[in-house]
């Protein structure tokens, strides 16, 4: 069973490797984006084999990805990964850097945090980013996550550098409570 999260215009579902395979090239722009390379630590181009590969080997390892799409355009993909008792990791990306800066990429967070609070029932979810990365610190500090230094948070930072958070499920069900009935989810 694959899910599918709906907010208006904007669609994230969670991809079947056929659906990698079929979306390959344009996310293999989108990582080799030389901004978007900087901010996720890639030193050197991600071939479309390469994501392939990359998203069979997290799907074994219990990752959920998502493919985001604005109507039927491809726009980045996220995930929950390192999926521990009830807690996670969130990475994203939003491929064009014209789309950037606009809230496409807090709305589509917003979307698979909603999705992972609820329907994969976990109590925190992390991120981990570059010190430099004031994009998408913003994004999660109006998700409403916030500095966690603690072992857990820590366990997983990708450099001993990188700044991690986190966001407690009561607090992110609070604080979007009048948004989350907009969000509509199901399996696919």
């Not at 979306?23 to 293999?28: M, Y």
């Not at 590969?53 to 998502?66: A, H, L, M, N, S």
Request: negative net charge; aromatic residues 8%; hydrophobic residues 40%.
């Amino acid at each position: 069973m694959k899910h599918y999260i709906e907010w208006g215009e904007l669609r994230a579902i969670e991809a079947t490797l056929d659906e990698v395979r079929a979306h390959a090239h344009a996310l293999s722009l989108g990582y080799n984006e030389p901004r978007n390379a900087e901010l996720m630590g890639h030193t050197s181009d991600i071939t479309p084999d390469e994501v392939i590969q990359t998203y069979t080997e997290g799907i074994e390892k219990g990752v959920r990805p998502f493919l985001l799409f604005e109507g039927t355009a491809l726009c980045g993909d996220a995930d929950l990964r390192g999926l521990r008792d009830d807690s996670a990791e969130f990475a994203f990306m939003i491929a064009a850097p014209s789309a950037q800066g606009k809230g496409l990429g807090t709305r589509f967070a917003l979307m698979i945090h909603a999705w992972g609070f609820t329907a994969l029932r976990v109590n925190t979810i992390y991120a981990s980013i570059v010190p430099h990365n004031t994009a998408s610190r913003r994004v999660f500090e109006k998700l409403g996550y916030v500095v966690d230094s603690s072992p857990e948070a820590r366990a997983y930072a990708d450099e001993p550098d990188d700044v991690t958070l986190a966001l407690a499920r009561e607090g992110f069900l609070r604080r979007h409570a009048e948004t989350l009935p907009q969000i509509g989810m199901g399996i696919r």
